[in-house]
């Protein structure tokens, strides 16, 4: 399988792009309310069901339901989390430094993910294999990657595809934006006094800012 060969910076372009085009900014204009909402409770019975006769039991228990057993099982589903994925845990220091193309096995029979989710993947190479802000490269002699490069690195590692990857870089510059910011994610990324508590914590809110519109 083919791994893209994208550089952060191609990246940071492409997801500046889509955020720039007006479906997504259709998307992030209400990204408050276009998760999901659970389905309104039901209404009350206008006629009571009869209560049975003194002495006797009901011939079917669903006779004293107001709703359909079906919208029952229904409305509690809807009210409960998505299961997460099943995690795989990185490779250890020794995979950080390893050229990425060592890792596609990882992807053969991997389907896609949302985007709060490869955002999950990226905070996670980024707190476990560190944080770096050298200008234009994808990580450093020590495996350290910077922002972009974790979303390209959790890709190349088989979490998301390269739409996806797009995706949360454009949830990343919506942050941004929300932030005061009005660059590229990359040079963000290396501005001067910027620290890895910084990355990790622009990381976690474009993450919270995805998974609240359901992406």
């Known amino acids: 399988m083919a791994i893209p060969v994208l550089t952060p910076d191609q990246l940071d372009t492409q997801a500046s792009q889509l955020h720039d085009t007006q479906a997504w900014q259709s998307i992030v204009s209400g990204w408050e309310f276009t998760a999901p909402e659970p389905g309104p409770p039901p209404a009350p019975a206008s006629t009571p069901a009869p209560a049975p006769a003194p002495g006797r039991q009901p011939s079917d228990w669903r006779s004293l339901l107001s709703v359909p057993v079906d ?3 229904d ?10 994925p099943a995690e795989r845990p990185l490779p250890g220091r020794l995979g950080a430094v390893l050229p ?3 890792h596609a096995w990882r992807r053969v029979g991997q389907g896609d993910l949302r985007s709060s989710v490869h955002l999950g ?3 996670q190479i980024l707190a476990e294999w560190g944080w770096q802000n050298t200008p234009y ?18 890709h190349r590692l088989g979490y998301g595809s390269p739409t996806t990857v797009n995706r949360a870089g454009a949830w990343l510059i919506t942050e941004l934006r929300s932030q005061g910011w009005p660059g590229l994610i990359g ?5 001067p006094g910027r620290t ?9 809110a474009a993450a919270r800012r995805a998974a609240a519109a359901g992406h």
Do not use: F, I, S
Request: net charge positive; charged share 25%.
């Open 100 to 102: 990425d193309r060592v």
């Open 121 to 123: 993947y990226a905070r």
């Open 187 to 191: 040079p963000w990324n290396r501005a």
């Open 196 to 204: 890895a508590a910084d990355a990790l914590a622009l990381v976690d």
């Open 71 to 73: 919208q029952l099982v």
């Open 75 to 84: 409305d509690a589903l809807r009210t409960l989390p998505a299961a997460p």
């Open 137 to 154: 490269r994808l990580r450093n002699a020590r495996g350290a990657r910077c922002v972009c490069g974790a979303l390209l690195t959790a």
